[in-house]
């Protein structure tokens, strides 16, 4: 199994993007790595990790950086290491791409070499999240900032799909809504309402904002507006409340001696709300698998990433959602 | 001055909205409560407090409920304690409305009795949060799912008057958006940029979910949906964490010790976050002032909404929105 990886994409790149590779190709045997970039920078950095294997360097001029507008990276960068690690999965060289650099270009190059699965009309970005005892999905989560009812089947569908594939079990599908009737929301979510609760047997009804965390349902189907205000504010209210704990835990003698006895317990507690934890946000409904790294992924977040476009390629994730969407309740 | 305040509204009336009122009386020396609901009832609440002066009780046969609709509660229960509150108002006989009951319908009736100010389409709900190192304030929370870029406009001019009255100095306002750039968002949110940073010299422009929390803004302005999902996110996400917490203290021996060292200190810091105890949400926009309280408001969470109502009143903030919502640019 080959995965494409961006050797020049995000904050610590090529550094830790490499030593995530070699993490990740140590831990699975079949595992091989394409990484695009610049082939100087990456062989040093390789040469850190004298029994590395399985990683072969794809040398592209360009790097496409933060600063860069998605539709200009587009049209100018496409000798960029991100440019050319998602056309190898355009030519089947690659069974999936990974980048943690910048995800509108990410997000473009996708859609334009990949092109869109059958049926869809804008792809979504989800993001796994540690709900109350297990793995959620909020899907979209900024793609799209103004959708159709029929986006909410969509993201429904292929969101079902990929943690389904993920978690090895069904999930329950919820709408985000601000109250628990069919009536309540904008009439653009009562619709999303009607159109869930006719296709999917899974579909649980709607998902208030405070609900999101408890696992009352598994994936969240919501416009790219919310979806991506409810994650912001997830992970702010997280860092405000450990900055919180920090500032009790630095009070006084008495509270450091606590912060010591719990510290460890803690970090293992909170760990599970770190999303970075969890693989990367897949951009769902493209023509192949391409997973958003963080822009600031250390090792860890980016063996990660490969681990889970390893695991869904393996399951045939992209054959799954093509069949599924060729039910005519999913046609246009 | 005399405040109406809804003695049926809430979980726990009318006890804790009677202790409420009698602690709320003892603090503020001027402050003559007028309590509405089931004499009977209330008067054996006051019996309690012996010493209890300035509460006076005026009966009401018909209680509104948590499952009444809204606009059934508007038509049918014109004698009911919420209702004959809100009449006060009108009537200028109380200088502004505090209950804990069915939110929906104080909205309704609200709107209904007290009209709404000039140039005032949408009322929108205010939530007060503490922000990093002051309070700020978050409209719309849920009144409106669906409005114009003119709401934006005036949910600015009212969280601004409103924040600006409760803290005494100039405040920050804000766009809740999903990125940093005044074209981010959807095109709603985009014409909202271009009409606040026009008419608001106070505008900051763009703020994103994670950033809330920060301080960046005072004031975020927002439609009725995100403005839900966001509160509701962060109250979701603060439950999520002290559960966390508690889980982790009550581990063993060792973590419990920890936690012994350290709870009053996190009590203390994390009273900050609750939004209750900042005196409940404005209805803003009413011809009056109308002050939500949380369903499960405690004597504490009453007495805070009392307060802030007879504070916002005595700064006559209804005059200042009714001053500069006169100005041409509010117009319609």
Redesign the interface.
């Known amino acids: 199994m080959k995965i494409a990886l961006d050797g020049m994409g995000g904050d610590y790149a090529p550094s830790e993007v490499i030593r995530g590779a070699v993490e990740a190709t140590q831990e699975i045997e079949d595992l091989e790595l394409i990484v695009t970039g610049r082939e100087s920078e990456i062989k040093q950095e390789l040469m850190k990790y004298p029994g590395a294997k399985r990683i072969s360097v794809l040398h592209t001029e360009d790097v496409i950086t933060m600063y860069d507008h998605p539709a200009e990276a587009l049209r100018k960068k496409k000798n960029s290491s991100l440019y050319k690690a998602i056309e190898l999965v355009r030519d089947g060289e690659a069974a999936g791409i990974v980048s943690a650099g910048n995800s509108g270009a990410q997000m473009a190059i996708s859609l334009f070499v990949l092109g869109r699965l059958p049926g869809v009309t804008r792809p979504g970005i989800g993001v796994c999240v540690w709900m ?1 005892d297990s793995l959620g999905l909020i899907i979209d989560t ?1 793609a799209n ?2 959708i159709t009812p029929r986006e909410y089947l969509i993201f429904a569908l292929l969101g079902r799909d990929y943690l389904r594939t993920i978690l090895g079990r069904e999930v329950k599908i919820g709408l ?1 809504n ?1 109250g628990a009737e069919p009536e309540k ?3 653009l ?1 009562q619709k999303g309402y009607a159109i869930l609760s006719e296709n999917f047997e899974e579909f649980i009804g709607n998902v ?7 696992g009352k349902a598994d994936v969240i189907v919501t416009d ?3 979806g ?14 450990l900055e ?2 920090k ?3 630095n ?2 003698f ?2 450091k ?6 510290s460890s ?2 970090k293992e ?2 760990k ?2 770190d999303y970075e934890e969890y693989g990367g946000s897949p951009l769902l409904g493209v023509n192949g698998i391409s997973i958003i790294s963080h822009g600031r992924s250390r090792h860890r977040a980016i063996k990660n990433s490969l681990k889970v476009c390893y695991n869904i390629s393996k399951e045939g994730v992209i054959d799954k959602f093509k069949e599924h969407l060729s039910d005519e309740r999913f046609r246009h």
Do not use: C, P, W
């Open positions: 109350k900024g900032t103004e985000l601000i929301g904008s009439k979510v208030e904002g405070n609900e999101v965390l408890s790219g507006f919310a991506n205000v409810l994650l912001k504010s997830m992970e702010g209210t997280a860092e405000r409340f919180i704990l500032d009790s835990i009070k006084n008495k509270t001696m606590g912060g010591l006895l719990l317990t803690l507690a909170f599970k709300l």
